[in-house]
């Protein structure tokens, strides 16, 4: 089990953060399985838009 836990976010860098971690989570899944890891500058691209832009 891990636990993953951001403190101290602004709404404002939360923004840029969630599709970070989602990238972030997805490249320790693929290292995990012995996969290839994705570029999290391309993964974070990928899954951005999956995510609210809060205004």
Do not use: C, K
Not at 17 to 36: M, N, Q, S, V, Y
Not at 43 to 48: H, L, M
Request: hydrophobic residues 40%; glycine residues 6%.
């Amino acid at each position: 089990m891990l636990t993953f836990t951001h403190t101290g976010l602004s709404e404002q860098n939360a923004r840029g953060f969630i599709p970070g971690t989602h990238a972030f989570f997805d490249r320790l899944e693929a290292w995990l399985d012995d996969a290839e890891i994705p570029s999290w500058s391309d993964r974070y691209a990928s899954v951005a838009a999956s995510y609210p832009a809060w205004s």
